[in-house]
């Protein structure tokens, strides 16, 4: 018969060896400026390099958007690869905008024109990029005709009445800045006569005649 070991219920179960201390917490590095990665997280202003203070100001005067114009000029690089043209129109797409201003770049194909027109109440400065165009403009005291070739600068103040053509064998670019930006283009008979009468009306004030006038909004020169 075999032989029954009485179990010692009294037996204390082997404890598991205590873990050795942690080693006592180090002090945390300090950063040179005393900030650190998540102690500034979302707030961008904290570290200056983050906080950009080489951006241009916003021209306000005719002398800052001229020397806009001829910055984005310049930058061929910027405008250059957006260039399109189109055989049924000028073609333009907006380059920059602003408080109180735009920037628009313009292509014209032998041919083009804008027509005579104003730019209602906004006025601005254009040069010529590529190739060269035709300004023909009308005033009370009578008609006048320049070529625009690229590195000058046309300026143009509110009521101001012109045409632009491209009269040339070559296509042509060029860069407009309106201010404000441009929401009205009011478009003139071609007769000469009918431009001078409207030139007449519009001399010293910024609306144009209802009567000679056809209003076109939201076209661009």
Same mark, same amino acid.
């Given at each position: ?13 082997? &404890? *598991?060896?205590? !873990?050795?201390? /942690? ?6 590095? +300090?950063w040179?400026?005393?900030?650190? #990665? ?16 080489? &951006? *241009?100001?916003? !021209?306000?005067? /005719? ?6 114009? +001829? ?5 061929? #690089?910027?405008?250059?690869p ?11 797409a907006? &380059?920059e905008?602003? !408080?109180?201003?735009?920037v628009?770049?313009?292509s ?17 400065v ?21 070529a625009?070739?690229?590195g ?5 103040s509110?009521g ?48 144009a ?13």
């Amino acid at each position: 018969m075999p032989r029954l070991r009485k179990r010692n219920r009294d037996r204390k179960r082997a &404890l *598991p060896a205590a !873990p050795a201390p /942690l080693p006592a917490p180090r002090p945390s590095p +300090r950063w040179t400026d005393g900030l650190s #990665d998540v102690s500034i997280a979302g707030d961008p202003l904290a570290f200056p390099h983050l906080a950009r203070t080489d &951006l *241009p100001v916003h !021209p306000t005067t /005719l002398g800052g958007y001229a020397r806009l114009v +001829r910055e984005i000029a310049a930058d061929r #690089d910027r405008w250059e690869p957006l260039v399109r043209y189109d055989a049924l129109t000028r073609w333009y797409a907006r &380059l920059e905008t602003g !408080p109180g201003y735009e920037v628009w770049l313009l292509s014209w194909l032998p041919g083009q024109s804008s027509g005579f027109h104003d730019h209602g109440r906004s006025s601005g400065v254009m040069t010529v990029v590529r190739g060269e165009l035709t300004e023909r403009s009308l005033t009370a005291g009578g008609e006048g005709s320049r070529a625009l070739a690229p590195g000058g600068l046309r300026v143009f103040s509110t009521g101001y009445l012109h045409e632009m053509v491209n009269a040339a064998l070559e296509p042509a670019v060029s860069i407009h800045l309106y201010t404000p930006g441009l929401v009205e283009m009011n478009q003139y008979p071609v007769t000469a006569p009918a431009v001078a009468e409207a030139a007449g009306s519009t001399a010293g004030d910024t609306a144009a005649d209802p009567a000679a006038a056809d209003p076109e909004r939201h076209r661009v020169h």
